[in-house]
């Protein structure tokens, strides 16, 4: 299959998650056999570059058989969207639209814009969901939302995923952490100044277990963007500042626990990219009531490991309980390893997604027959 990635871009110098997922998208698909063609600037390795020249673009683009959209809270603001209605559609020889949803238009209130924008872009989205051929989405809220309140017809839940043979317990981990069998250690990862992120349960859990016991019987490690939160942080806090995303690996390796904590809201519709490398790096995973963390604790067996999301109380004394339980810790790091590689993995997400565009594909072919 031959599809145009149509505006996302890999970026080698870049930590985020979105990156590491345009990364795992692109590898994984070319591994199954597929075409991935893009803009000149996107550095993978494996895209092929579509002509510079308007006329050598749009003869190229006819001969796709899928057009592959990134959404995140808004419409894009370049003319890839308006490929999804007519004329347009029929110029570049009517390929399957598809549009990769990762989050809701409410996200944008996190990134600090007005509600008349978050309304706009979803009429945006209502007017272009006629057009779009599929809407693949991050989780089975964000499927709902879309069909319900967007207007996609056809949509697809397709959780993110790991890397397992990236992201591993036997990684060497890196020197920075100590490493203590009667020490807890517990990783959070993320940019902090996202206001979904609910930073102020870490720090005030981290208060709490300070003033327990004044010591580092659990060490609190922080990798991301926080250096301007970190000035109120209790002693048992250790922050390290932002990370290649290839180098995360050796600093899990040296963790017990993993941590993600919500607010409630447009976070209720993601697919944390951090507890699934938790998970295949044989950490434990305690976080807030998100959906779909909630459905995964489930399959876990370790529903007691969610808390409330003010609940700082709680969440101490979670830690607390495994600190005191390293058996428990072991056990669900290794049920959370498995369950990476049996199915929460970038490629099951790719041969899922793949497989759904070639049932259109077929469907089509057998109508026009």
Known sequence: MRIAYANAAYRPDSSSGKNAHIWQFITNAVALGHEVWGWRGNQHPAVQCLPETKIGRLITLRTMDAIYVRIEDKVPISGFSRWAVTPYKELIGSPIIVWEFNTVPDFGLVLGRRQADIQQAIQDFQSYSQGCDLAICVSQSLVDYVRDDLGFKRVLVVPNGSDPELFHPDTPPVKRVQRNPNQLNVVWIGSANLAWHNFDLLREAAQLLWQRDKSDMISFHIL????????????????????DYNRLPSWLSAMDVGLCLYHPGAADYSSPLKVFDYMASGLTVVGTSQPQLCEIFDKLGQSDLLVPANDAVALADVLSKLAWNRERVRYQGEVSRKLVI??????RAVQDTFDEIESLLQHRQLRNN
């Open 342 to 347: 049996k199915f929460y993995n970038w490629r």
């Open 224 to 243: 991301g963007s926080a250096h301007s939160l970190m000035h109120d942080m209790p002693p048992n806090v250790n922050y390290y500042g932002s990370e």
